[in-house]
């Protein structure tokens, strides 16, 4: 499974941004997908995940309330929804797959990483 993300560009603080992450090839169904970023000289972090039936979904306290995560099976594509974006949001935006969606979304759990997806905020 090789994951590929879209959808980063440069935004205004308060706006809002959709990240798409699909397959290369295969489907994304048997799996949780993760969200992750990573600003310059911060460690990775988790943002949010979903489980392969949507049924389980996790966020990072800091983005709760503000983005959520989403898939679409007949797209075989998973979303993240960002909205009232803030420039400590600025960061790559990597997506990658589990076997579980937890809470403390560890980024040693995930594998298939995608490249990421550059997200600017800024005025």
């Known amino acids: 499974l090789q994951l590929v993300e879209s959808g980063g560009r440069w935004v205004q603080p308060g706006g809002s941004l959709r990240l798409s992450c699909s397959p290369s090839e295969g489907s994304l169904d048997p799996y949780v997908v993760g969200w992750f970023r990573q600003a310059p000289g911060k460690e990775r972090e988790g943002v949010a995940c979903?489980?392969?039936?949507?049924?389980?979904?996790h966020y990072a306290e800091a983005v709760k309330g503000r983005f959520t995560v989403s898939s679409d099976d007949a797209k075989n594509t998973a979303y993240l929804d960002m909205d009232s974006l803030k420039p400590e949001d600025t960061a790559v935006y990597h997506c990658?797959?589990?076997?579980?969606?937890?809470?403390?979304?560890?980024?040693?759990?995930?594998?298939?990483w995608g490249q990421g997806t550059q997200v600017a905020v800024s005025s």
């Open positions: 990658a797959a589990a076997g579980v969606c937890e809470r403390t979304m560890t980024p040693r759990s995930f594998y298939s």
């Open positions: 979903i489980s392969s039936s949507g049924g389980t979904v």
